[in-house]
């Protein structure tokens, strides 16, 4: 496990306190959370950009159309 300071403003560091505490979690297990949240996110990023760049253009416009159509029925 490793150690990560941080400096961020007294205002934020109270923000984030409060967030903690309505959360009944620790300010290190809320800032555990949020990286896991940041980082899936960003994994998720990384795997959509991936397939768009592999992906066939004309399929994911079909995809769309076929969204749109099912969507759009009233």
């Not at 996110?41 to 749109?68: C, H, I, W």
Request: hydrophobic letters at 40%.
């Amino acid at each position: 496990m490793a150690t990560l300071t941080i400096r961020i403003p007294d205002e934020k560091h109270n923000r984030l306190k409060a967030l903690a505490k309505h959360r009944h979690v620790s300010i290190n297990r809320l800032i555990d959370e949020l990286s896991t949240q940041a980082l899936a996110e960003f994994d998720s990023e990384v795997r959509f950009r991936m397939l768009a760049a592999n992906g066939d253009p004309v399929r994911g416009l079909e995809l769309l159309d076929k969204l749109d159509s099912h969507f759009s029925k009233g």
